[in-house]
């Protein structure tokens, strides 16, 4: 069973957008080239998304009650990795997004596995502006895994 928290379009300015305990402003700070080839970054409470564009990009954040069947065939690239909500309400936001009005997401306070699924990478146009590519967020409570794993690379170009 799962449930929508969030589905809309968030601006991607330096292709990212983030996700993190309300409590906890601190980012994620790796720029190496392993960090954006799996397409996220991972800190005790936040996770940075390296999206396919620098624009605005459709994403759909979903909680689930346990750790949901893994689905690959409707998705390029799929990336699973957990962190710490502590304060049970996460902000969801591009980079450089205005933090105070950002959407801000209630789930279960603890350890979240996440998984992030992106469709849509080859539809991206050869300026990068235009294209249908989707991310989706998957959170559950729970610790598995333990590192950053990535289920399926969608290599870049």
Partial sequence: MSKTLYEGNLFADYFQIYLRDAAHP???DDGIDEVIARRIAVSPHAIIIHTARNMTVPVRVEWCDERPALVLDAFQHV?????????GELV???????????????????TLGVRVS???LDTISEDGLEGDDQYTLKLWSG??????RILKSWPDK
């Fill in 79 to 87: 990336v699973e990795t957990h962190f710490d909500c502590p304060s």
């Fill in 26 to 28: 601190e980012l994620p």
């Fill in 118 to 120: 992106m469709s849509g």
């Fill in 143 to 148: 610790t598995e895994p333990t590192t950053v």
């Fill in 92 to 110: 969801l936001a591009g980079l450089t997004d205005y933090d105070p009005t950002a959407p801000r997401l209630p789930v279960k306070a603890g």
